[in-house]
């Protein structure tokens, strides 16, 4: 095996001479390709790195290497690749006492894990790397993070939680001009999807005002990223001259970088503002060519959907614009759906690994030697502990994709809970109610792929968006069905046909009365219970009376109608008992890693808020 790297083969044969040696090899491996902004071979590339924290000299070194390894995969987008080397690099910091590293490389696993839409690891990472930072007062590194975790928010449609991450950033970073440059683009970003475009523009012109020039390629792609946010802001308010040059301005320093990133985005602000300055034909063709280059190259192909979508709205051939809606929807299934069983793999892998330092499998070995184990056997780990275990990287990403209408993070797990409710209500026996307590949470894992604007619309779907949205129960059962668990059939059952209704006019198959299997049933009924007593964005809570009002006047039309009766005896009584059902159905929840990390993150939020309105107070005051 040999690798290529800036016209030099250089044998694997040849990191064999020495341990100084191979740290040697391995860092002019790594500086050339960060210097050239390629590599042709980056699965042994990251073999070699990840091979560093073996070596027993100058761990420091080591650590450096790593990190900026780290930063080639992700401007390269390998993020995967990325994040293997990131943990190394993590672990090597905390052995080594390193926290200031250590700080960084958590900081990298967060923006690795968000590029590879692992929201949950990304949070997690955030929170400890902020924990760290802040315990070693390092301001700049915190900052980072808070720029970073806002970044992994607005990949998730969180939006506006996006922007409270960056203007706490902006309170923190002081005089750093490259900072605020970043912290004032990703704001104008998430005004952009609020529609709050003057104040958008506001802070796009401050970020290009506060920027010096870039000087290597990260800092490259990051005005590439700028110019085609201005360009967009500015097609928001027909300033089309303005947004041609705001792209061809994009596309000088798309040219200066080697990254296939800043070419596919400096190619969407062309396409766009050609669009709408009057020349479809022109754009339309650029925005094609640049999908094909996007789909080869694995960058950015959902921005260039999404651009392709808009210019042939804006032109009027809206049912060209579904079509490309559509393939964007599927592209991001596909994504995400491979995204979901690579974080399944990796989870099961590490669950394998617990045990001693076997070797990497792939999933189904993996799964295979956690059934066969001699401690499953003699019954010490109980079936069910290994399906818990095994779903819970699937039960993650559930709650995270809930997190666009249901902030608290809870809804997954009050469904979950209540579903086990009604099953012991309904004769289940033990193994299944414990079964489709933790089955019901990944109810709609599926809706992954469904666009923030249909998700979150206000208004009521049309027919178009309303066939999209129902494409999240097969999506969410074809992942689960693809991922190699155990057990795992209920929870697919269950995220398929949990919209089904009892008189055969639910989707996605139109099945009737007991044709539905039992657990779809059951969940229909919490889900729906659940949705209708909290608040979303397009809705009111409900009182839990006229929720029971409502479920009953649906009784043998949606839902089971002995099922029905169960329910509104079960919910009826834990009321009368003084229940406070929330407290009740989402104390797994409240205990889970993801939701922690949520609540430390949102908890640091919530000072700065207060300590900036208390010094608003006292500065009042003083005025006074």
Avoid at 174 to 200: F, M, Q, T, V, W
Avoid at 270 to 287: C, N, P, T, W, Y
Avoid at 324 to 345: D, I, P
Avoid at 553 to 560: C, E, I, P, V, Y
Wanted: aromatic content about 4%; hydrophobic content about 45%.
């Amino acid at each position: 095996m040999r690798l290529f790297c800036k016209g030099n083969f250089v044998s694997i044969k040849d990191f064999d001479e020495s341990r100084a040696g191979e740290l040697l090899k391995a860092e002019e491996l790594i500086l050339e390709a960060l210097k050239s902004g390629s590599c042709a071979d980056p699965r042994l590339l990251e073999a070699t790195v990840i091979r560093l924290d073996s070596l027993s000299v100058d761990k420091a070194r080591q650590l450096k290497l790593m990190l900026d390894a780290v930063r080639f995969f992700y401007i390269n987008g390998q993020s995967e690749r990325g994040l293997n080397v990131a943990e190394k690099a993590r672990n090597l910091s905390l052995a080594i006492a390193d926290g200031l590293s250590a700080a960084v490389a958590l900081t990298l696993i967060g923006v690795c894990a968000a590029d590879t839409g692992n929201l949950p690891k990304a949070m997690e990472a955030y929170a400890d790397g902020l924990s760290l930072a802040q315990k070693n007062g390092d301001k700049v590194q915190e900052t980072k993070i808070w720029i970073n975790l806002g970044a992994a928010l607005i990949y998730s449609g969180l939006f506006n939680e996006a922007i409270g991450c960056f203007s706490r950033a902006l309170e923190i970073s002081g005089d750093k001009p490259e900072l605020a440059a970043l912290i004032h683009l990703n704001i104008a970003l998430c005004c952009l999807n609020l529609d709050e475009i003057s104040r958008g523009i506001a802070a796009i012109r401050k970020s290009i005002d506060v920027s010096a020039e870039p000087a290597d390629a990260n800092a490259i792609l990051n005005r590439v990223i700028v110019e085609n946010t201005y360009t967009r802001l500015l097609i928001e308010i027909d300033d089309f001259a303005g947004a041609m040059e705001h792209a061809a301005i994009a596309r000088k320093y798309a040219t200066m970088s080697k990254s296939p990133r800043s070419d596919v985005t400096a190619s969407v602000a062309e396409g766009l503002a050609e669009v709408f300055s009057g020349q479809a034909d022109i754009g339309l063709s650029r925005l094609t060519r640049t999908l094909d280059r996007a789909k080869t190259l694995n960058v950015a192909t959902r921005e260039v959907l999404v651009a392709i979508v808009k210019a042939h709205e804006h032109i009027g051939q809206h049912d060209k614009a579904l079509a490309y809606l559509k393939e964007m929807l599927a592209s991001q299934r596909q994504t995400q759906e491979a995204n979901v069983l690579r974080h399944v793999e990796r989870h099961l892998q590490q669950l394998h690994l617990k045990e001693g330092n076997a070797p990497i499998e792939d999933s189904k070995q993996v799964i295979k030697r956690l059934e066969t184990r001699k401690e499953v056997l003699e019954g010490r780990i109980a079936k069910r502990e290994l399906f818990r275990q095994s779903v819970e990287s699937l039960e993650r990403l559930a709650v995270a994709t809930e997190l666009r209408d249901d902030s608290t993070g809870e809804h997954s797990y009050r469904v979950g809970r209540m579903s086990a409710l009604l099953a012991k209500e309904a004769g289940c026996d033990d193994e299944m109610v414990f079964m489709i307590d933790i089955a019901a949470r990944l109810h709609d894992i599926g809706k992954i792929a469904i666009p923030d604007g249909i998700l979150l619309k206000p208004g009521s779907l049309n027919a178009s968006e309303r066939e999209i949205m129902e494409m999240h129960a097969e999506a969410g059962a074809d992942v689960l069905a693809k991922s190699n668990i155990p057990q795992i059939q209920m929870a697919e059952e269950i995220a398929r046909f949990h919209h089904e209704r009892w008189d055969g006019e639910g989707y996605p198959k139109g099945l009737a009365g007991e044709a539905i299997p039992l657990a779809a049933r059951i969940a229909a009924l919490a889900d729906v219970f659940d949705a209708l007593t909290h608040a979303r964005p397009y809705k009111h809570a409900w009182s839990n009376e006229s929720a029971l009002t409502e479920i009953l006047a649906l009784r043998g039309k949606n839902f089971d109608p002995k099922l029905t009766d169960l329910f509104l005896g079960l919910v009826s009584r834990l009321i009368r008992e003084g229940h406070n059902l929330d407290e009740l159905l989402g104390e797994a929840a409240r205990k889970a890693s993801f939701n922690l990390a949520k609540g430390k993150i949102w908890d640091n939020l919530k000072m700065a808020k207060d300590e900036y309105q208390a010094n608003m107070s006292r500065m009042i005051e003083l005025q006074r």
